[in-house]
């Protein structure tokens, strides 16, 4: 027995089965993603004035994902329009720039998680802070480069990235003996980042998956094309609508993580 609204839409709902499915799905994750951002604000509006950190992004890299990320919207819709009008080869060179687009931003993102757990604060026993990005390690010394020292005061209030600008960095060469504490920017060191790879890491978890998808249809999953090619137009859709929420929720994370 077949299984009917594989193509053609409900008459109740005006979709057809794959399309009501995803919707419900999204919904869920509209649920997921909703509860995170709205723990991010509590904390964010409960936090001390001057002890919620900002500068540690590169806001930089950050804007050129937001492009990437938009750049493979566009592609995606142009992919699907494409196998509307029959013209399964173009469809084909849009997704290719989708899936560049999509392995674009998990590089640079690899890069920023990369470089936050090779910066460093390290505590001093006389009360200076050092921070910086860990060069070399030796027997005897820790050697960071882009570095400053941090008062004690700036260190306890994670103010010291504030103004980046007019910090002076430069090399700074530690003996381990005059170490009292020393800890990465990973998400253990605050709320801050413990909350930035949560949300950004979930939503790279969802850039991977929907460029699996994307990658299975490009490839072996084209064959339906030649079998049932108003399904396999239907199934391109589908994806396409996940991929755009994983570009919408970018959208909200980048201003909310690096700008305010």
């Known amino acids: 027995m077949d299984i009917p609204y594989q193509t053609e839409p409900r ?16 919904a869920s994750e509209v649920m997921l993603f909703g509860a995170l951002f709205s723990s991010y604000i509590l904390l964010r509006v409960g936090a001390a004035p001057g002890d919620w950190p900002h500068g540690l992004l590169n806001i930089p890299l950050g804007t050129i994902n937001t492009i990437v990320l938009i750049v493979s919207s566009i592609t995606v819709v142009m992919a699907w329009a494409s196998l509307k009008m029959k013209d399964f ?61 941090v ?14 600008r007019e910090i002076k960095h430069e090399e700074i060469t530690v ?52 079998t049932d090619p108003e399904r396999y137009t239907n199934r391109i859709e589908v994806s396409g ?9 970018w959208i909200f994370l980048f201003p909310v993580l690096y700008l305010l």
Request: hydrophobic fraction near 45%; include cysteine.
């Open 11 to 26: 008459k109740d709902t005006g979709l057809f089965n794959a399309k009501l499915g995803i919707w419900l799905f999204l």
């Open 89 to 149: 080869a173009a469809f084909r060179r849009y997704q290719t720039v989708t899936l560049v687009c999509a392995l674009g931003f998990l590089g640079i993102k690899s890069y920023e998680y990369n470089d936050k757990f090779s910066h460093y604060e390290i505590q001093l026993k006389d009360g200076r802070v050092a921070d910086g990005h860990l060069k070399e390690t030796t027997a005897t010394e820790y050697v960071l480069h882009h570095a400053h020292y």
């Open 151 to 164: 008062n004690k005061a700036e260190a306890a209030k994670v103010t010291h990235a504030y103004q980046e």
């Open 175 to 226: 003996k381990k003996e005059d170490v009292k504490y020393m800890e990465n920017y990973g998400p253990w060191h605050s709320t801050y980042l413990a909350i930035y790879f949560t949300l950004t890491g979930l939503h790279a978890l969802h850039v991977i998956g929907g460029a699996l998808v994307i990658a299975f249809l490009w490839g072996p999953g084209a064959v339906m094309w030649k």
């Open 241 to 249: 609508l996940f991929w755009h929420f994983v570009d919408l929720v």
